[in-house]
């Protein structure tokens, strides 16, 4: 079954950090980009940056530049995203998603999501 | 960043009604626009990419139109499993941005 499946929720202080897991399952995993987005409560859709599973290149975007990193394990494959330094506007769900490596590109399929709370 | 802006933000409709949601980017993204679909609780899911090709499995009463930088998408005849809220999303530059979303609830 071709899916991506994420890590539970974390409860996290601020200041502290937080890393997601999103295994791939079902496809060749090196084939696709793996980008994260997150949702605070009732809000839209955030980009926050994609790694590309071939070469482990990362790209993301400036809000989040100095706080966030995506990797990957190949051997796994899986994806993680760590975002530090965590505080109270960091409460969201974090999504990852399967992107085309073609442009245009879109999202085709999309982890459950992983509530991350950060509280005192 | 592109930006993007959705309208309405919220509607009300009925079963069977056809639905029109109107996407507009801050500059010109050619047809490189997707649309999603998310019920709550869950992640987003594929509606149409590239501004109007259908994504495997949608039904066809979903259908998308535009470039540049004015796009819709339109439910022909609403069914009760699409009352849910509806983003567009740009991927002609980086960062990718999503619209701020249109609610699709029952009148």
């Known amino acids: 079954q071709v899916q991506l499946v994420q890590s539970g929720a974390e409860v996290k202080k601020p200041g502290a950090s937080v890393k997601v897991s999103c295994k791939a399952s079902?496809?060749?995993?090196?084939?696709?980009?793996i980008h994260w987005v997150r949702q605070a409560p009732g809000q839209g859709l955030e980009w926050m940056g994609i790694?590309?599973?071939?070469?482990?290149?990362?790209s993301y975007t400036q809000k989040f530049q100095d706080r966030i990193s995506i990797t990957r394990d190949t051997s796994s494959s899986t994806v993680y995203m760590e975002l530090s330094s965590l505080r109270s506007e960091d409460r969201a769900l974090y999504y990852c998603?399967?992107?085309?490596?073609?442009?245009?590109?879109?999202?085709?399929?999309w982890g459950q999501g992983t509530l991350v709370t950060v509280s005192s | 960043d592109v930006q993007m802006t959705q309208s309405p933000s919220s509607l009300s409709a009925s079963i069977g009604d056809r639905v029109t949601i109107t996407c507009r980017a801050s500059?010109?993204?050619?047809?490189?626009l997707n649309w999603y679909q998310q019920k709550p609780g869950k992640a987003p899911k594929l509606l149409i990419y590239?501004?109007?090709t259908l994504q495997s499995g949608v039904p066809s009463r979903f259908s998308g139109s535009g470039s540049g930088t004015d796009f819709t998408l339109t439910i022909s005849s609403l069914q009760p499993e699409d009352f849910a809220t509806y983003y567009c999303?740009?991927?002609?530059?980086?960062?990718?941005?999503f619209g701020p979303g249109t609610k699709v609830d029952l009148k």
């Open positions: 998603a399967r992107g085309t490596t073609l442009v245009p590109f879109y999202y085709d399929l």
């Open positions: 079902g496809y060749t995993f090196t084939n696709y980009y």
């Open positions: 790694i590309n599973p071939t070469s482990g290149s990362t």
């Open positions: 500059q010109t993204i050619s047809a490189h």
């Open positions: 590239v501004a109007s």
């Open positions: 999303q740009q991927s002609y530059r980086n960062p990718p941005t």
